[in-house]
């Protein structure tokens, strides 16, 4: 294994950093997240409160914690779904077209019309509000951009050599999809994957601005920043925090990706 | 007035900042107002870099790092901006390899012809007209109002490239370089483009520089020749004296990598065809609109074939021909529409021994091979439905690489740390590791430097001679067929248009097209007393070109 380099170590450091606060706040924090103190509320960072209170004078710090276990799952759990949806029905679209092709990318295309928060709107009004109907919705409404991306690069690479010397060779449609196609178009899913997993922790926030969200009292990084922004003026720290807890897990899931993406392709090994 | 219109003296091109990455090293030569010199080598020779230097055009990060370029006695590499602009167009014309991609999809040919002279003449608007009318009547366009209306999609590759040398040489340039200017063309329209290239040239008095990958060509048509190898310059002499009595041995490698042919072979007869084709026709469906369905293209007319064991039948044609569509519809990648496909007497269908028995070489080798799989993975990906365990597929993946000449030390390699012959080898590999009965070669060499794709040929005549697999060539340089094939088939629009032994299709062709395909490129013989140029049937088939008109 060649040594990592700067950025590589700085990604998986902000994404242990992150998973460890996970792991840590589902069994302790330092105050109850739940906790209502309204003699201590809005109280600046210092000491006990390390990061502050809120306006109902929860400890900023455990709410961190404990949401960071909601959100990253969150994000995770459906930027997977989008993945393997998307993966799946791009591949099959791309590799089969003609009719398969075309009634998939009509579904897709009409999903694709509405914007995604909409969507994911319409679909949490069947699902209810609660962690998994918002994982379901928003991992449907992520899919269609995932298989416009896959087919993409699967229609351009299926007019390679490579994959007609895979069908003379005698290997079945499925063989070569997972064994040529797949690897070949995981770049773009991997980049797309990474800049999703942002996208859908600030709607999450959105979603919990609107009260469709994971439902209070329970934290999560996009409801502490909703919730903070009448305070904007008088208590900054309360979006600064949970701000930063996004911006610098989506700086690691982007670098880590990165990383990911040239640690599979032989071509950037040498380099 | 008579000193040389171009000097190069010393000149060494390297990568700016790293002085010892050098690209082009050391290279003299000078260019005389009319005369016409050719610069030969394979692929990363420098030729284009030091063609493309002579105005300054050489990419972004490659510098002038020692020597000097002297066009009419000012120094090119000194001089600025505004008057390289000046230099270029006016005084260097250029024509570039890929008619396809060097004029501007958006713009109508006489908006792109009219350019040059609006910058570099101050004539008006109907003196710029005429001016672009007789050139193009010049490049041999007649329905000139129609041509300047057109956009480029409309022309075909042939007359892109004319109307390229009608753009080049409206301004009369002193010099006109050319850079691979009909490798993507036909070999018929080859002929007429090269020719008219240099009658023109001859007519305005320039010089011309053509740079080619192309022994044969660069000598029938230029007066010296320049051989470089690697960036360095190896060989300059009048084209006759390099051929006949070469100095260097890298000059003489690319002289003998020449395909040469050999004695007819006999085959032993067999009670039937390998592969038999009746009546194969393939058709295309066009593009239909949003509820109907394009209309039918054929791409194969009712075509009969048989490759009987162990014979080597190679398919020659133009590019539309459909010698590649035959190909792809017997390998089963491109389905007939009719007739039928016969491997041993059996249809092909369904059919597993021919799924085994049948495989295939591409054209492209960075094409072919799966990026991300290693070479062992590659080879031994063939072996994969014959159950064998891992230490069986490496130990034959080996010995099927040793016999390719590249070795268990390849095994672990990807294809990009591999150059374009060794990725052929490795294509080649695969395709014959579980000793199939038929390969179907689609250009298996046309995208290899020469002295690397006589090797490759070498290689593939011995394999197929010791295994004994009947294989199809499918390939248009008339040169690699003479030296593979037992029989040639010649097709054209589909069509086939002759076809019988080698040495019948070579010597005595019964059709006109046949005789011009083959008299359209000039090729060496050998001789007592090294080789000579020559044209196959100088005078016959002047009309037989496909390039037809436009619009």
Known sequence: MRPMRPNQIIGLTLIAL?????????????????????????????????????????????RLMAAAGTSTSISL???????????????????????????????????????SMLLALALLSITGANKYGIILALGLAYTPAMVRVVRGAVLSLREREFIEASRIMGNSAAYTMLRHLLPNC????????????????????????????????????????????PHMSAAPWLGIFPGLCIALTLLGINLFGDAIRDRLDPRMRGL | MTGPLIEV???????????????????????????????????????????????????????????????????????????????????????????????????????????PLKLHTKLNRTQRLAKMVTILKRVGIDDTAQALKAHPHQFSGGMRQRIMLASAMLLKPALLIADEPTTALDAL???????????????????????SHDLPMVARYCDRVIVMRQGDMVEEGPVDRVISAPTHDYTRDLLQSLPLRGPARELAAAPQPMIEVRALTVDYRGRGGLLG????????????????????????????????????????????????????????????????????????????????????????EALRHDGLDRGEVTARVTAMLEEVGLGAAFLDRFPHELSGG?????????????????????????????????????????????????CLFISHDLGVVEQMADRVVVMRDGRIVEQGPRDAIFDAPTTDYTRALLSAIPTFERTETGVSLNWRFASAGENASQDKAPI
């Open chain 2, 9 to 115: 003296d010393n000149l060494s091109l390297s990568v700016a900042h790293r002085p010892e990455f050098i690209i082009v090293r050391d290279v003299s030569f000078a260019l005389q107002p009319g005369e016409i010199l050719g610069i030969v080598g394979e692929s990363g020779s420098g030729k284009t870099m030091v063609a493309r230097s002579l105005m300054g055009l050489q990419p972004q990060g490659i510098v002038v790092s020692e020597g000097d370029i002297r066009f009419n006695g000012v120094s090119v590499p000194g001089m600025a901006p505004a008057a390289l602009r000046k230099l270029r167009g006016a005084q260097i014309g250029m024509v570039f390899q890929e008619p396809m991609t060097s004029l501007n999809p958006s713009m109508t040919i006489g908006a792109q012809l009219e350019e």
């Open chain 1, 77 to 115: 759990i459906t930027v997977s779904f989008a993945v393997c949806g998307g993966v799946t029905l791009g591949m099959i679209a791309g590799y089969a077209r003609g009719a398969v092709d075309r009634a998939i990318m009509m579904v897709n295309d009409a999903m694709l019309s509405f914007p």
């Open chain 2, 422 to 470: 060794q990725r052929q080898r490795v294509a080649i590999a695969r395709a014959i590791i579980r000793n199939p009965k038929f390969i179907i070669a689609d250009e298996a060499v046309s995208a290899l430097d020469v002295t690397v794709r006589a090797r490759v040929l070498d290689l593939l005549s011995d394999l197929q001679r010791r295994y004994g697999f009947a």
């Open chain 2, 189 to 211: 329209v080859q002929r007429e483009v090269m020719e008219l290239m240099v009658e023109m040239v001859r007519q305005d008095q320039s010089a011309m520089l053509l740079i």
């Open chain 1, 186 to 229: 995981l770049a773009p899913v991997i980049v797309l994957a990474t800049t999703m997993f942002g996208s859908v922790l600030l709607t999450e926030s959105a979603l919990s601005f609107l009260g469709l969200g994971v439902p209070p009292p329970a934290p999560t990084w996009g409801n502490m920043l909703a919730s903070a922004r």
């Open chain 2, 293 to 380: 369905r394009g209309a039918l293209k054929r791409a194969l007319h009712p075509v009969d074939l048989a490759v009987w064991p162990g014979e080597v039948v190679a398919v020659v044609g133009a590019s539309g021909s459909g010698k590649t569509t035959l190909g792809r519809a017997i390998a089963g990648l491109v389905p007939a529409s009719g007739g039928q496909i016969l491997y041993q007497g059996q249809p092909v269908a369904r059919n597993a021994a021919y799924r085994h028995n049948c495989q295939m070489v591409f054209q492209d080798p960075f094409g072919s091979l799966d990026p991300r799989m290693s070479i062992r993975q590659l080879v031994g």
């Open chain 1, 18 to 62: 992150v998973l460890s606060a996970a792991v840590i706040g589902t069994f302790w924090t330092p105050f109850d997240p739940l906790r209502i103190d309204l003699r201590n509320k809005l109280a600046a960072p210092g000491l006990p409160n390390l990061l502050g209170t809120d306006e109902f004078g929860r400890d900023i710090l455990s």
